[in-house]
């Protein structure tokens, strides 16, 4: 990237990854840091290995020095400083076959986790308390909800909902699921009760980490919510992905919303689907009222351009809050095949 000072003075939050600097985190930060107010840099990503020395996620080990470094002059510089972390979109872990989530077709998905998972809710409490004891104000959580609305038929959801709906565990099918509507309707609110569960776990691990560190302010977790027209924005994400906004902003109380992740196009004003987009933005508000914080964030925008649409977004919904990514995930067209394709 050439011009990253453009960027850093459009007052963003920029998520790096290692890749994205072509020099030394020292040389980076000398050159920059009179224009950037926030940075971000992965934690961990949705290859599953972080970038930090942790004692229980893989490790690249070539990039720990740099995220050290960078955390730790960002932060003595007083400029927000944000780590991401990949939460279900873990395609290490997920190579095991116990907690990868699974289609209605019984097809293995080995690039995300069962959100249904007591276990791996407690690895990602470890990567938080991992995390917080670097310098660091806040994470930004990826993949915190589920694939779409027919995941997961794992063998342990089988067993946990059909009961709920009576059905026997070997016979639960999505269409069983959605042909009633309150089959339905018991499936969304189980599957967002386990995704905000998860949430707790991560939140709890984080004011542990702030006791033992003394961290002046509380680390916060901002919790990435996909919006997509293709799975009907934020109304739709609740039942297809699992999230209940109104326990994020209990939770943690940050909600970062990932703006048409599956869409290349944002729509323009004056159109109806831009109207429909800010109203679907309105439930932001309230995190805003109770003190937390509302982000619009976009994956691959490298040019000042798709930043102002953006932001010109943002303006409309009263979210200032602006986060990107110069590059998609490396799992990108896995992850959107699986969300929208023929599952
Ligand atoms: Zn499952």
Sequence with gaps: MSNFREFFMQKLLILLRPTDLDMPAKDFISTYASYMESIGIVGKGPTGHVIYPSRTAPVDAEYTQLFEDLVGLTSALDIHTVASMDFYTDAWFAKDPKYHTVSPRGEPMPHQICPNREEFWQYGAEIVGELAAYPIDEILLFGAGF??????????????????????????????????????????????????????????????????????????????????????????????????????????????????????????????????????????????????????????????????????????????????????????????????GNY
């Design 147 to 340: 694939i779409r609305d027919h995941f997961c038929f794992c063998e342990r959801c089988r067993n946990d909902f059909a009961p709920l709906v009576d059905q026997e565990p070997n016979r639960l099918t999505y269409e069983y699921i959605i042909e009633n509507p309150d089959h339905h309707a018991k499936w969304h609110e189980w599957r967002s009760g386990k995704v905000s569960e998860g949430l707790k776990y991560l939140q709890a691990s984080a004011r542990d980490a702030d006791e033992k560190v003394g961290r002046e302010n509380p680390l916060s977790i901002s919790v990435e919510v996909l919006l997509d027209p293709e799975t009907g924005f934020s109304e739709g994400g609740k039942g297809q992905y699992g999230y209940d906004y109104s326990s994020i902003l209990e939770i943690t109380g940050n909600v970062m919303i990932n703006m048409y992740p599956w869409s290349p196009i944002l729509p323009s004003k004056g159109s109806s689907e831009y109207d429909e987009l800010i109203e679907s933005l309105y439930y932001t508000s309230e995190f805003q009222r109770r003190g937390g914080t509302a982000s619009l964030f976009r994956w691959g925008v490298t040019t000042i351009d798709q930043l102002r649409e953006l932001k010109a977004i943002g303006k409309d919904a009263n979210i200032d809050r602006i986060v990107t990514t110069f590059s998609y995930p490396s799992d990108y067209s896995t992850r959107r095949e699986s969300a929208i």
